[in-house]
RNA sequence: GCGACUGUAGCUCAGUUGGUUAGAGCGCCGGUUUGUGGUACCGGAGGUCGAGGGUUCGAACCCCUUCAGUCGCCCCA
């Protein structure tokens, strides 16, 4: 009678927030993009790497730098039994650079990697921003040509080609110059906005100190005005990253990937210097960016190693699949056989077929359960190609293949 | 971290100014019908109305808190 009768509830744990359980076709799209870049970056002779998903926190918190947000706020660390902090990996940069480090993978420069797996950031989720999320990866390390960045951008064109999505997709192209013309011009960039300061928006006051290249792409209304009458890169360029850029582009043209000069397309951190580039959708919302990498030379000493140059990209596989999905990219999986057994009698005929077939390398699937006289409709309901429905007459076995449009020549040798 | 919107059956959703025992379609299970078949009909199972608290004689509905989702801001390695 009591409420207190009633056996103890087991309350079920959620998942994570911001995880996801990708299942059915949101899965089909998902594993077909991995399949396609795992195709694609073996055409381009990229090497494939497993990497660990974490690492010592000091792997990323010193190739961000200690101050930023990115760093305090917005990765999953936490310490190990013996007090170390470690952190799920939030890209695979710094981890692919520390083991080209720490394994002296400098024998194998320049060493072309692909990669790919889940990542961690702490992060509200939204449209294609997850906490766990996916992405490839693709990295030179040990190459200083500008020939590495075009090798990179054409592989990562033609991947957007082959998944059928890269129709709206713009690849949007910057220099951020060397070491030297980039510190000119992030100077020039903080006078420039300094005199504006009053008029820009809070936000754009804040990033005035902490990373004033961001304003250049601010979606702020009050920044507009300046940020179009805002300091070049190009005024700033030195000859070598004139020279650099030019054959960036050069290559791009010559491989037939079009392009488009994105001058407010900044990357936030040091290291980065030369080609920085994205290819953006205007599909996705707030989360347009489908593609995108740069040129990181400066990255590797920042972890204690020699200076190396090295450039690389990272595609979001979320990103890419709801892109595949949206192009009705991914072919409808269908049953080759379906098995109905339509007699329990017939069930023992009915488990050696579906073996034979999926031996013989045909999909099958066996329905032997419910109801028997709805099973058969159960099987005409189902996405399959040809059905083999298994019954029991005075003479007993029955066999009868109703072809959809199977193979039936050899489904017939398959179960003889 | 901030803002807006949304949480009712496995799924998609109704649910009147707050008023008896919260509904439909689809799906699932069983039965009947049909019998080279995707039909139709009948029946059934399945709900702490996201959670907690409050207001009230009475809450799915009003208020607060919280959790989750969606979209956006910040951030974007």
């Known amino acids: 009678m009591s409420k207190s009768d009633k056996p103890a509830r087991i309350e079920t744990p959620q998942a994570i927030r911001g995880t996801q359980d990708i299942f059915g076709a949101d899965a089909e799209a998902f594993a077909h993009v991995v399949e396609t870049f795992e195709r694609i970056r073996r055409l381009y002779r990229f090497r494939r790497v497993e990497m660990p998903v974490f690492e010592k926190t000091t792997v990323f918190s010193r190739s961000l730098g200690e101050t930023t947000d990115v760093v305090s706020k917005e990765m999953y660390s936490f310490e190990d039994r013996g ?113 504006h300061k009053d008029a820009l928006s809070e936000d754009s006051q804040d990033r005035l100190e902490r990373n004033p290249l961001r304003i250049l792409d601010s979606k702020d209304p009050r920044d507009k005005p300046f940020t179009a009458d805002a300091p070049k890169i190009d005024d700033y360029l030195s000859a070598e990253a004139q020279d650099f850029f030019a054959k960036v582009t050069g290559g791009l043209d010559a491989a037939g990937v079009s392009w488009v000069r994105a001058p407010a397309l900044v990357r936030g951190l040091d290291y980065y210097r030369h080609t920085a580039f994205e290819f953006v959708t205007d599909r996705l919302g707030a989360q347009g960016t489908v593609l995108g990498g740069g040129r990181y030379d400066g990255l590797m000493e920042s972890l204690g190693g020699a200076p190396t140059p090295a450039v690389g990209w990272a595609a979001g596989v979320e990103r890419l699949a709801m892109l595949v999905a949206d192009a009705g990219q991914v072919a409808e999986d269908r049953t080759e056989v ?79």
Do not use: C
């Not at 693709?138 to 064109?157: F, K, N, Q, S, Y």
């Open 83 to 195: 007090g170390e902090s470690l952190t799920l990996r939030p890209e695979f940069t710094a981890g692919l650079s520390r083991a080209y480090i720490t394994n002296g993978w400098q024998q194998y420069a320049p060493v072309k990697l692909a990669t790919h797996g889940p990542l961690f950031r702490y992060e509200r989720p939204q449209k294609g921003r997850y906490r766990q999320f996916h992405q490839l990866d693709a990295e030179v390390i040990g190459a200083a040509e500008p020939t590495a960045d075009v090798e990179l951008l054409v592989m990562a064109d033609q991947l957007l080609k082959e998944l059928g999505i890269a129709d709206g997709v713009t690849l949007q192209l910057n220099t951020l110059g060397d070491g030297e013309s980039r510190e000119a011009w992030r100077a020039a960039l903080i006078d420039y906005f300094r005199a």
């Open 338 to 416: 379906t098995v109905v057994v339509e007699d329990d009698r017939a069930l023992t005929a009915g488990m050696g077929h579906v073996a034979a077939l999926r031996r013989g390398g045909l999909s099958a699937e066996l329905i032997a359960s419910g109801s028997p006289r709805k099973r058969f409709d159960k099987a005409v309901k189902s996405n399959t190609r040809a059905i083999l429905a298994l019954g029991w007459g005075d003479e007993g076995l029955t066999t009868r293949l109703r072809n959809v449009d199977g193979d039936v020549a050899r489904i017939e040798a398959l179960i003889a």
